[in-house]
C-alpha cells in the first residue's frame, strides 16, 4: 500500500510540471489537424479517381 501511495504522490508532482496549453494554442492546433485532414483527404479522393479511371481503361480494352 505505501508503494502505491508514493507512486501516486508521485504522479501528482509531476502533473503539476505539465505545461499545458492555452486556449489560443489549442484552437490553433486544431485549426491545423482539420485542415491537414482535408488536403489529405481530397488527395486521396484524386488519388483514387485517378487509379479509378486507368484500371476502368484497362478493362474496357
Keep these: 500500500m505505501q508503494k ?3 507512486y ?3 504522479v501528482v508532482a509531476e502533473l503539476k510540471k ?3 496549453p492555452t486556449r489560443d ?3 490553433q492546433s486544431t ?3 482539420i485542415v491537414i ?3 489529405f483527404s481530397i488527395y486521396i479522393l484524386g488519388v483514387d479517381k485517378v487509379l479509378n ?3 476502368g481503361f484497362i478493362l474496357r480494352e
Excluded: A, H, R
Design 4 to 6: 502505491l501511495i508514493l
Design 8 to 10: 501516486l504522490n508521485d
Design 18 to 20: 505539465v505545461v499545458w
Design 25 to 27: 494554442m489549442l484552437t
Design 31 to 33: 485549426i491545423i489537424v
Design 37 to 39: 485532414s482535408l488536403l
Design 53 to 55: 479511371f486507368i484500371v
